[in-house]
């Protein structure tokens, strides 16, 4: 990949991150810490690895996605938008009654009767420390099928300290489900506080090595490093493959950047302006 | 007569089923947690070791690993003991396989007081409650094995959640083998015009016997088998309230949440009269024979007979 490529997305990942600030803004509501510490993953995953075709967003062939941190889904939704998934309008009506795109993703329309699929939405999330084992269960289905459909399941940190969490680890390690690859938001920050100063995940890459899993580590907002590993996670063969992402819980702006009070509300409008100012001056 | 055609857990329609569906259906994969033998999916693995896994005691993963396998076309069957499957898993279960409309089947053995010896940590009166309130399941509760195997075997016409709840104890077998079975359509065992007797599972036996019994001193009881909790079967209890005038309701499940409480709520709304309720009252068990247990948590057909008199003198007085 050339360093172009790379600039391309990094000028697309600015972009990303005021229409995710602009979404939430509108919706009155959101969780822009933890969005915001995502916009590099997805946007690596989408548009340099992910075998999809949002034209056609439910071919068989597609590679599957499973946002197991539901409440980032704003950097989902945003990215999914600009690919095609659907129109830039949905955004606007995130959270709202009667829109698509719910406050934490539903695969289904909510609140109609019929069963009609979101296109982008593989699987319902929002409640943490499910998304892996679902995860796990579309691999094996694929290998079942001997089929070359890669998993890919975005998880946080905080999940990890659920324990439904870890028996999908220890499945997915002793199973040697190889077309699984977890990257995980290691945000460093919950809800109300530090991971560390809650319950500490650490040392998490050696519990990863522990249950059989390979493992790669990365800046988490560094396009070069997240690409690499996923090249290499995608190529290598015999165990299910975790990237651990290094980031900065609301990257990009200064106020929301380390700091729990941007977990889970939407800014003001004088914020929400100074935040668009930071982000384009940088 | 009520006629006995065989005595066996209704467990057993599990894996009889499952080793015929797995002939139809190539996606069909069974999904155990350290219990199959028990469950009787140990058969279908036995035929089918490449669509059976064995998660371990990781009931949670189970589910999760359910919901992803059918989000790729797979029918996966998990199967436990009901007290770690819609217990402990009641949230993957609304949040995974309901929220998603997965087309996952959870087959639900060791239910209930019957479960017996192990006594109340195992044996779950709760199950049918906390199934039947989340959208998108259907809630089937067979009264033996014969009626166990249809069941499981239609549950694969609905391609979406199905929750079959089984037992462990061996059990008069009362339905035919094939016999017709269609999910959301109670069956009317016995005509009468007394009371309605609406039962489930393990209690339709013991319906039937007292039926016999009263029938002999004068009291007629239509008895039905509601072996479909959700979709409830309407127009089956309206009918019946109508030209009985009163209702027991029995099962083998807490009081609160269950089957009486669904028929309640049925009569409530279109046809409101005297109702009773056969079932545990706010207990938990203990260990014990199944039977012994039965007598002493009062779910023989010697309480429904009690309990269908006293409505009936009830409803004489109005």
């Not at chain 1, 909510?110 to 296109?119: A, L, M, Q, S, Y």
């Not at chain 1, 493992?215 to 015999?238: L, M, P, R, T």
């Not at chain 2, 490449?50 to 996966?76: C, H, M, T, W, Y």
């Not at chain 2, 014969?146 to 061996?170: C, H, M, Q, T, W």
Request: overall charge negative.
């Amino acid at each position: 990949m050339n360093s172009t490529k790379y600039e391309d997305l990094r000028s697309l990942c600015k972009k990303f991150r005021k229409i995710i600030l602009e979404t939430i803004y509108n919706a009155g509501s959101g969780h822009p810490g933890g969005s915001l510490s995502l916009v590099e993953i997805l946007t690596t995953l989408y548009y340099l690895h992910l075998n999809h075709n949002p034209k056609d967003p439910f071919c068989e062939e597609r590679d599957r996605v499973v946002l197991s941190k539901g409440h980032g889904c704003p950097a989902l939704y945003v990215i999914l938008a600009e690919l095609g998934y659907f129109s830039n309008d949905e955004l606007k009506n995130l959270r709202k009654v009667g829109a698509m795109l719910q406050g934490h993703p539903s695969r289904i329309y909510n609140g109609t009767d019929e069963i009609k699929f979101v296109p982008g939405i593989e699987v319902s999330t929002g409640s943490l420390g499910y998304g892996l084992s679902v995860g796990v269960g579309i691999a094996l289905g694929f290998k079942m099928d001997n089929k070359k459909n890669i998993v890919y399941v975005i998880s946080s940190d905080g999940e990890h300290q659920e324990g439904s969490l870890w028996e999908a680890v220890m499945f997915a390690g002793a199973k040697k489900i190889d077309n699984l690859i977890e990257i995980i938001d290691y945000n460093k920050l919950q809800q109300e506080n530090k991971i560390e100063d809650t319950v500490s995940l650490e040392p998490l890459k050696e519990k990863y090595l522990s249950f059989n899993w390979h493992v790669y580590e990365v800046d988490g907002h560094s396009i070069e490093e997240i690409d690499n590993a996923i090249n290499q996670a995608k190529i290598f063969k015999g165990k299910p493959k975790v990237i651990v992402a290094h980031t900065i819980k609301g990257k990009g702006v200064s106020f929301m950047e380390n700091n729990v009070d941007w977990h889970g509300k939407a800014p003001n409008e004088e914020l929400f302006k100074k935040a668009i100012e930071e982000i384009e001056n940088s | 007569m009520i006629k006995i055609l065989d005595n066996k857990p209704s467990r057993e329609g599990l894996g009889e089923a499952l080793v015929e569906l797995g002939e139809i259906y190539p996606n069909l994969i069974g999904i155990g947690a350290d219990t199959s033998q028990s469950t009787s999916l140990g058969k279908f693995a036995k035929k089918y070791p490449d669509r059976f896994i064995n998660v371990g005691i990781a009931e949670q993963n189970a589910v999760g690993l359910a919901v992803g396998l059918s989000l790729v076309g797979k029918i996966p069957v998990v199967s436990t003991y009901a007290m770690f499957l819609a217990g402990r898993c009641w949230e993957e279960i609304r949040q995974s396989v309901c929220y998603n409309y997965a087309n996952v089947k959870l087959v639900a053995t060791h239910a209930g007081i019957t479960v017996g010896p192990d006594g109340a940590s195992h044996q779950i009166l709760e199950d049918i409650a906390i199934m039947r309130v989340l959208p998108n399941m259907t809630v089937i509760v067979p009264a033996d094995a014969n009626e166990a195997k249809v069941a499981v075997k239609k549950s694969f016409d609905i391609e979406g959640p199905v929750y079959i709840r089984l037992s462990r104890e061996k059990l008069p077998v009362i339905t035919q083998e094939n016999e017709d079975f269609v999910i959301g359509k109670a069956k009317i065992l016995k005509e009468g015009k007394d009371c309605g007797i609406i039962s489930c599972g393990v209690m339709v036996y013991e319906s039937l016997v007292a039926a016999e019994i009263l029938e002999k001193e004068g009291i007629s009881c239509r008895v039905i088998n509601m072996h479909t909790i959700k979709p409830i079967d309407e127009e089956v209890i309206v009918d019946t309230a109508k030209r009985c005038g009163c209702i027991l309701t029995c099962e083998e499940h807490q009081i609160s949440g269950g089957l009486g409480s669904s028929v309640s709520e049925v009569l409530i709304s279109r046809y409101p009269l005297l109702q009773d309720f056969v079932g545990v009252g706010n207990k938990f068990g203990e260990s014990g024979n199944a039977q012994e247990l039965m007598k002493k948590y009062e779910l023989k057909a010697e309480n429904i007979i009690e309990k269908v008199k006293k409505l009936v003198e009830k409803k004489n007085k109005v």
